[in-house]
């Protein structure tokens, strides 16, 4: 992947949720897609989570494999971040033992130990190597005589029987926010443009009708503001997420957001950053 016209091509894909009775048919259609992508000379691909719909690793190790084949895997390559499909197993949390376990510390517990899991299969994505890895993580990328900084935080909340019983609404973790406000951040970031990247949507669509409002409330990024307004005072001119199965970009206070939308809807689609020599970011959605 080079450097084209002066300008760097980044690929955006999200909500793939591989896995399931149609795995043979969502791989091929993957396959696809990475190809049209290679053969475009794009610099980078970022996934916004829900790679699978399963939560389980094995479903992880088949995902990296598809990426070892198409000579993606490194951190030069890609950018993988979790969706609660890929952390969550509904089904299991759903259980009546689990749901009438009053320990919400275990949970949490639990939770960090599928996060930490994660982070150590798709370790050489995060740090270039097989040395641990772990959210907030900051990749400084260098193309030509342009940088692009992708700022990664997860926003997939622990499922909770009352406050996330469906497993969908996000959180960011305080302590992340406040990792990312050090001045280490800000020097590694200087003269780069910012992309902040993570799973759940900072918009709600709020509507006047109940059931609208209960769907929203089970998707939200509940700390949503605490969030934009930290990659605000990073520098950050984009955020990337996924979540919400829609292709749309908005403005959100001076941040253009974009939605990947979901692959298992369109797996013709997928969103293209440009990064211009002025370091100004550009964005378009791409039907192969």
């Keep these: 992947m080079a450097l084209i016209e002066k300008t760097v091509r980044i690929a955006h894909i999200s909500d793939l949720h591989l896995s399931g009775g149609a795995a043979r048919l969502q791989e091929a259609r993957f396959r696809r897609l990475l190809d049209a992508i ?8 970022v996934f916004t989570g829900d790679i699978v719909d399963t939560a389980a690793p094995k479903d992880w190790l088949a995902f990296r494999r598809i990426l070892e084949q198409h000579g993606l895997y490194s ?3 890609v950018t993988v971040i979790p969706g609660n499909h890929d952390l969550i197993n509904l089904e299991e949390e759903m259980r009546f033992y689990n749901v009438l376990n009053p320990d919400n510390a275990g949970r949490k517990r ?15 994505t995060i740090t270039g190597d097989r040395s641990t890895a772990g959210f907030p993580f900051v990749k400084v990328m260098q193309f030509g005589e342009v940088s692009l900084s992708l700022v990664m935080v997860n926003s997939v909340f622990n499922w909770l029987p009352f406050d996330n019983p469906l497993g969908a609404r996000g959180y960011v973790d305080p302590s992340e926010l406040s990792a990312l406000l050090d001045p280490s951040v800000a020097e590694a970031l200087e003269g780069t443009a910012v992309i902040g990247v ?8 709020d509507s006047g009708m109940f059931i609208d409002q209960a769907f929203d409330w089970g998707m939200e990024l509940i700390n949503r503001h605490e969030m934009m ?7 950050a001119s984009m955020l990337l997420h996924g979540h919400f199965h829609r292709f749309q970009a908005y403005d959100d206070d001076g941040i253009k957001v974009v939605n990947g939308g979901s692959f298992s809807y369109n797996p013709r689609r997928f969103g293209e950053i ?8 550009s964005h378009r959605f791409i039907t192969i």
Excluded: M, N
């Design 110 to 124: 639990r939770f960090r130990k599928k996060l930490q899991h994660f982070c150590e299969v798709f370790s050489e």
């Design 38 to 45: 290679q053969s475009g000379g794009y610099g980078h691909i």
């Design 75 to 77: 951190w030069e390559g």
């Design 274 to 281: 440009i990064l211009h020599p002025d370091l100004h970011l």
């Design 229 to 235: 307004d930290t990659f605000r005072r990073i520098g």
């Design 198 to 205: 993570c799973h759940h949507a900072p918009r709600i669509y």
